[in-house]
């Protein structure tokens, strides 16, 4: 039982480069979430999608995109990566309201 | 401001204490809230939903009130194995987590 799969796991960019975190779930849930995780902030949200088809910005949406590809993938795009986005990335999937988030096992970017 | 705000840590205690941690939020439109437990930098899991009735789980108890828009975790006896950072979460159809306060159980 897969539940929420991030990819990569880990990840060194330089300075400009751009790249495409997947994420995948295999719960059949509508919401999906992409979070940044830097120390002492807690888990900030970047973008969410309520459902295919749909998605909105987030607390922190700056230098990020986002495609909702189906109901099981949602991917999240830095188009010119800057040493700011040195961060833990988190994607989570739930049934909006009242149960519970999965979420990946997390991607740690460095941008140099 | 952060939409959802938490005590900050860290939080020293002996094994044994008992602790709590307070949690605000400010959209009045949250419907759900949760508090999530996260080690060392790995993926958040669920500790509990938080319910207006107030709801415990063994030696958690999570309080809701609506009218100051406040939330609270309670843990007795704390164990050594309780160490982690502990997220407060709301959500109104998104779920928006605070900062987190770190809990450090002593021997």
């Known amino acids: 039982n897969a539940g929420v799969t991030q990819t990569p796991k880990f990840q060194v960019l330089k300075t400009g480069q751009s790249m495409t975190l997947q994420c995948a779930q295999d719960m059949n849930h509508n919401s999906m979430y992409w979070y940044r995780q830097d120390p002492g902030m807690g888990l900030r949200l970047i973008y969410y999608s309520a459902s295919e088809g749909t998605t909105d910005k987030g607390e922190v949406p700056n230098g990020y995109n986002v495609s909702r590809l189906n109901k099981r993938e949602f991917s999240l795009r830095l188009e010119s990566a800057a040493p700011s986005q040195t961060s833990v990335y988190f994607c989570?999937?739930?049934?909006?309201?009242?149960?519970?988030?999965?979420f990946g096992q997390g991607t740690r970017l460095t941008v140099v | 401001r952060k939409e959802v705000e938490q005590d900050p840590g860290p939080f020293n205690v002996p094994e044994g204490a008992t602790v709590a941690f307070n949690c605000t939020y400010s959209?009045?439109?949250?419907?759900?809230f949760f508090w999530y437990r996260q080690d060392c930098r790995k993926e958040p899991k669920l500790l509990m939903s938080?319910?207006?009735s107030g709801n415990e789980d063994g030696r958690f108890t999570a309080q809701l009130n609506r009218a100051s828009q406040y939330i609270s975790l309670l843990i007795r006896d704390s164990k050594l194995s309780d160490s982690a950072t502990y997220l407060c979460v709301a959500s109104g159809g998104k779920l928006i987590f605070g900062q987190g306060t770190e809990l450090s159980v002593k021997p």
């Open positions: 938080v319910y207006s």
């Open positions: 989570a999937s739930d049934e909006p309201l009242n149960t519970e988030a999965f």
């Open positions: 959209n009045s439109a949250s419907q759900s």
